[in-house]
């Protein structure tokens, strides 16, 4: 439920922003914070991030399963690399970088997909700028909810 | 993970990749396309409203001073053609004019552009309930973009100038010379079936000339841009639209009085 209120937050912000922004990836960052406090199973971060990046698809891309694709290579990646690092190591800052790798690799499928890519760019880097607060927020809170439960 | 579990994940993984790409292969451009984007547009229109008159308050506050001068020059323009066009009806070279019943323009917003036809179609958020039908012209800051191709309860289709299949025939307005615009989907327009004698310029005006029943005449189109080089007995001309089609988010629909267009 709260990932599914974190994907309508990122489209209601992306209809206000529709003129001037890409809206920071909400919805990735939401499930890696899920996925590092272990609030959500591997499988059940799977399919989330393919539903939802279905629905954004369907809302505005318009290339149905790309987005689904690019989250799920994503969860993939997090959930086989986060589960290889000990508890010790699990760190606000690993999850930061990680969570920026991810947003990155996210954003830059998105922005290698428009026909023209000139004016994409600087929506593109700002996109990246505006995740930063919020990585580092994913950062804290997908650790904090780990050492929490421990 | 347990192995089990980590092996499971993985082949749901598998699964999940192998969907989304199936789902990019099968889909693009099928009814069962458009149906689902109408009902998941349908269905969001109603969260989705406070934030766009958020954003409408938002334009409505910031960006009226932006908007002004350029409104204010616009109005200088129209009104130098308005005096223009009293002096000829006064000198009964052209009859009155007055618009027909139910003429007007429609304000409405870009919903969707797809990347993989963004030089090719818009989806906008005004349809059949507003009066759009398919054959209106959309034009963006004065100048026409495309035409309404299909037409929704709540949603229209347009197809843009830079799109090969919409060819619209136009007259350059300091020679009378009749054309034809098309696009070729990679973000260009030319004008096309000019003999090679006549002698244009460049930034010679273009608008949509009265030989067909598609659109209506005299809506400003574009520049000539450049020439390009001869073919047979015609030059093509590369145009640069008036509309900045990079940045389309408002567009503007004429309804027209009349049935649908051809």
């Known amino acids: 439920m709260t990932i599914a209120l974190i994907w309508l937050l990122q489209d209601l912000f992306q ?59 994503a969860v993939w990646f997090f959930v086989e690399l986060w589960g290889r690092i000990p508890q010790a190591g699990r760190t606000p800052i690993l999850l930061s970088f990680l969570a920026l790798g991810l947003h990155i690799f996210v954003g830059l499928g998105h922005f290698l997909s428009w026909a023209e890519l000139e004016p994409m760019e600087s929506l593109f880097v700002n996109q990246q700028i505006l995740a930063l607060p919020i990585i580092v927020f994913v950062g804290w809170r997908g650790c904090r909810g780990t050492r929490g439960d421990e | ?15 999940a990749v192998t969907l989304a790409l199936f789902l990019m292969g099968v889909t693009a451009g099928t009814p069962l396309k458009s149906a689902l984007e109408r009902t998941v547009i349908s269905v969001l229109d109603f969260p989705e409203r406070p934030a766009r008159l958020l954003l409408d308050g938002i334009l409505a506050t910031g960006g009226w001073v932006e908007e002004r001068g350029s409104l204010l020059e616009r109005i200088d323009v129209l009104q130098a053609e308005n005096l223009a066009l009293r002096r000829r009806i006064e000198e009964g070279l052209i009859p009155p004019l007055s618009p027909e019943k139910g003429e007007r323009t429609l304000t409405t917003r870009v919903l969707s552009r797809s990347p993989l036809s963004w030089w090719r179609e818009i989806r906008i958020d005004k349809g059949s309930d507003d009066g759009i039908r398919p054959g209106d012209p959309a034009m ?10 299909r037409v929704e309860s ?65 809506i400003p189109v574009g520049f000539i841009a450049a020439e390009e080089p001869e073919d047979g007995a015609f030059r093509p001309y590369r145009v640069r639209l008036g509309a900045d089609l990079t940045r389309l988010y408002r567009i503007q629909i004429g309804i027209s009085g009349r049935g649908a267009r051809s």
């Open chain 1, 15 to 73: 209809v206000v922003a529709a003129e001037t922004l890409l809206v920071p990836d909400l919805f990735l960052l939401g499930l890696l914070v899920f996925g590092a406090s272990e609030k959500l199973s591997p499988q059940g971060l799977l399919w989330s991030a393919f539903v939802g990046g279905l629905f954004w698809d369907v809302r505005w891309t318009g290339l149905f399963g790309f987005t689904a694709f690019l989250d799920v290579v």
């Open chain 2, 140 to 149: 963006s800051d004065g100048f026409l973009i495309g035409r309404v191709t």
């Open chain 2, 1 to 15: 993970m347990a192995d089990n579990g980590l092996r499971d994940f993985r082949i749901q993984g598998i699964i």
């Open chain 2, 154 to 218: 709540g949603f229209s289709t347009i197809e843009l100038l830079t799109s090969p299949g919409l060819l619209i025939p136009v007259v350059v307005d300091q020679t009378r010379d009749l054309g034809v615009v098309a696009g070729d989907e990679k973000g260009q327009v030319h004008l096309l079936y000019l003999p090679v004698d006549r002698e244009l310029e460049v930034e010679m005006g273009l608008s949509t000339a009265l030989v067909s029943e598609q659109l209506p005449p005299g």
